[in-house]
């Protein structure tokens, strides 16, 4: 089993910058890929960042060039810049495993003011 917690997460306003951080424990040897994903109320989850097989990396068109995803061993975090309005949303981590079984955080708020 993995557990993952994340962090980082407040208001801000539009214009400015986050950290999330996601913290992967338990069994982490397994896990192979970690993402982002986000839910903003009244719409489905949606990938925000997430490694390729290919070892890329996705990102939504709506984030291209101002988040970036990056991975330090059993954690992973979201730099967020140039924060919009329509960034407000519950954003969780995702990871994957090698036996491509699926874990997702707690979720963490972020909510951008205009």
């Known amino acids: 089993q993995v557990k993952l917690v994340e962090s980082g997460g407040g208001l801000v306003q539009a214009g400015g910058s986050l950290r999330l951080s996601c913290a992967a424990s338990g069994v982490i040897f397994s896990i192979n890929a970690m993402g982002w994903y986000r839910q903003a109320p009244g719409k489905q989850r949606e990938l925000v960042a997430a490694p390729t097989s290919g070892g890329r990396t996705n990102y939504a068109d709506s984030v291209k060039g101002r988040f970036t995803i990056a991975r330090d061993r059993n954690t992973v975090y979201l730099h967020m810049n140039s924060l919009k309005p329509e960034d407000t949303a519950v954003y969780y981590c995702?990871?994957?495993?090698?036996?491509?079984?699926?874990?997702w955080g707690q979720g963490t708020q972020v909510t951008v003011s205009s």
């Open positions: 995702h990871a994957r495993d090698v036996v491509h079984s699926e874990y």
